[in-house]
């Protein structure tokens, strides 16, 4: 019988599954919105939740258990520094799940796991390239 036992296998080993939901919340944690399968997003959603968590408390404690977990410094100071001041004022739900188009290969069910709340990180707009010209302009002159 399974009583009590809610754990998605996701088809993996336990240290495979824990590694695998490590490197989706830290890749979460890094890029502020990822894609992936829906049953994957369900498993890391309480994952990242839980960190967001121990965030929010902030203890020396909480930061080396959220490093165990996850196996990326600087994943844990961005989750410390940024999200959980952030997410300070909720009191759950952290993250959310957009479903998608299933998968073109396996016709898996395609899913965003994202943050609430938290903006996401935009690449910063190059510099403008004219002044480079202007300066060839007028070195020819």
């Not at 498993?43 to 490093?67: I, N, P, Q, Y």
Request: net charge positive; aromatic share 2%.
């Amino acid at each position: 019988m399974r009583h009590l036992k809610r754990t998605a296998k996701l088809g993996r080993t336990g240290e495979h599954r824990n590694a695998m939901l490590s490197n989706l919340v830290c890749s979460l944690i890094k890029h502020k919105r990822v894609t992936t399968t829906l049953a994957k997003a369900k498993a890391a959603r309480s994952v990242a939740e839980k960190m967001v968590t121990l965030g929010k408390h902030g203890t020396l404690h909480d930061r080396r258990l959220a490093a165990a977990r996850l196996h990326q410094e600087d994943a844990v100071r961005i989750l410390f520094n940024e999200i959980a001041p952030s997410q300070k004022e909720r009191r759950g739900g952290y993250t959310r799940i957009v479903k998608l188009n299933q998968r073109q290969g396996d016709a898996a069910q395609r899913a965003i796991l994202e943050w609430v709340d938290v903006p996401l990180a935009s690449e910063p707009a190059p510099e403008a390239k004219p002044e480079k010209e202007e300066t060839a302009v007028e070195a020819k002159a």
